[in-house]
């Protein structure tokens, strides 16, 4: 989506900026029953793998009611906790919108849920990778803060036409962030939190590359999103984090016009290596091999 092209016009049902009702009275029981069996899978397997601000924020959104939460109910306590909002939308929303919606902390959620034959892959993100993905880390103040400020940048790469720099720091952190803590490594990536397989393999597959977080050198980086990914990130806290966006873009921008992207299965100089991976499931054709 360049600059200058129009944003699309929003399907019909849904507000200028996209969004709809979430109408949870129109869940139907098994669609509940999906998400009941997707939560209850999650988070036998989080404890130990999910970082502390996730599992608190797991519960401080309660959300384990059994069934779709209702976004109003949610509501109250995120906003009490961060000024966040979960709005609905019918599902991936043009980059502009989405980063009005970040940079306003308003967080856009698939209103619509898997079918139980697709419990564990989907291309586009439902309401379990949205709501159980990423809106519990929205309760930590520090993440808050760094999806605001994602959300603003956003809009700036816009603009410069430079949104696919950006879109990498987006899913090298707040899809598929691994943070360093003394017990070792933690999710807190959304597209890694809510896969059962994904949770696993992330953190302890031999293949994947896990490297230092580093703002630049992630933003050359390619990713897959059809896939497991080949490289993960590690941050050192989410202040670290918050504080990487606080620097000026401009000169990053700059740079990063003149320099080639880094192969995503290749260390580069100046990496910092937590894991050498082997490159094997990637090797091996992946998921269409392993199905
Ligand atoms: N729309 N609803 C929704 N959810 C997303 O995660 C999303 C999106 N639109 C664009 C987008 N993500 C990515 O391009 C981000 O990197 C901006
Ligand atoms: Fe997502």
């Given at each position: 989506m360049s600059a200058d092209s129009p944003t699309p016009t929003p399907p019909p049902g849904a507000r200028s900026d996209w969004t709809i009702d979430?109408?949870?009275?129109?869940?139907s029981q098994s669609e509940h029953d999906v998400w009941t069996t997707l939560y209850e899978r999650q988070t036998k397997l989080l404890?130990?793998?999910?970082c502390n601000a996730f599992l608190k924020g797991l519960d401080a959104l309660d959300?384990?009611?059994?069934?779709i939460p209702e976004f109003s109910r949610i509501n109250e306590e995120l906003n009490r906790l961060t000024g966040w909002s979960v709005v609905a939308v019918p599902g991936l929303v043009p980059d502009e919108v989405f980063f009005e919606h970040l940079a306003n902390r308003r967080f856009p959620a698939g209103r619509f849920i898997r079918k139980p034959d697709e419990l564990d892959y989907l291309q586009e993100p439902d309401v379990f990778h949205d709501v159980?993905?990423?809106?519990?880390?929205?309760?930590d103040p520090t993440f808050a803060d760094y999806m605001q400020a994602y959300g603003q940048g956003g809009m700036r790469a816009l603009g410069r036409g430079q949104l696919h720099n950006l879109a990498r720091l987006y899913w090298y952190t707040v899809e598929f962030g691994l943070l360093e803590t003394s017990e070792g490594l933690r999710i807190y990536g959304a597209g890694i939190v809510s896969s059962r397989a994904e949770s696993i393999f992330a953190l302890n597959d031999p293949s994947p590359n896990r490297l230092g977080f580093d703002l630049e050198r992630v933003m050359r980086t390619p990713y897959r999103i059809d896939d497991f990914q080949q490289v993960y990130f590690v941050i050192p806290s989410l202040k670290a984090l918050l504080n990487a966006t606080l620097q000026d873009f401009e000169p990053i921008y700059q740079r990063l016009t003149q320099a080639p992207d880094i192969d995503i299965d290749v260390m580069a100089p100046g990496d910092r290596v937590f894991t050498c991976g082997t490159q094997a499931y990637a090797m091996a054709g992946g998921r269409l091999a392993s199905a």
């Amino acid at each position: 989506m360049s600059a200058d092209s129009p944003t699309p016009t929003p399907p019909p049902g849904a507000r200028s900026d996209w969004t709809i009702d979430q109408d949870w009275q129109a869940y139907s029981q098994s669609e509940h029953d999906v998400w009941t069996t997707l939560y209850e899978r999650q988070t036998k397997l989080l404890p130990g793998r999910a970082c502390n601000a996730f599992l608190k924020g797991l519960d401080a959104l309660d959300l384990h009611r059994g069934g779709i939460p209702e976004f109003s109910r949610i509501n109250e306590e995120l906003n009490r906790l961060t000024g966040w909002s979960v709005v609905a939308v019918p599902g991936l929303v043009p980059d502009e919108v989405f980063f009005e919606h970040l940079a306003n902390r308003r967080f856009p959620a698939g209103r619509f849920i898997r079918k139980p034959d697709e419990l564990d892959y989907l291309q586009e993100p439902d309401v379990f990778h949205d709501v159980f993905g990423h809106v519990p880390m929205l309760t930590d103040p520090t993440f808050a803060d760094y999806m605001q400020a994602y959300g603003q940048g956003g809009m700036r790469a816009l603009g410069r036409g430079q949104l696919h720099n950006l879109a990498r720091l987006y899913w090298y952190t707040v899809e598929f962030g691994l943070l360093e803590t003394s017990e070792g490594l933690r999710i807190y990536g959304a597209g890694i939190v809510s896969s059962r397989a994904e949770s696993i393999f992330a953190l302890n597959d031999p293949s994947p590359n896990r490297l230092g977080f580093d703002l630049e050198r992630v933003m050359r980086t390619p990713y897959r999103i059809d896939d497991f990914q080949q490289v993960y990130f590690v941050i050192p806290s989410l202040k670290a984090l918050l504080n990487a966006t606080l620097q000026d873009f401009e000169p990053i921008y700059q740079r990063l016009t003149q320099a080639p992207d880094i192969d995503i299965d290749v260390m580069a100089p100046g990496d910092r290596v937590f894991t050498c991976g082997t490159q094997a499931y990637a090797m091996a054709g992946g998921r269409l091999a392993s199905a």
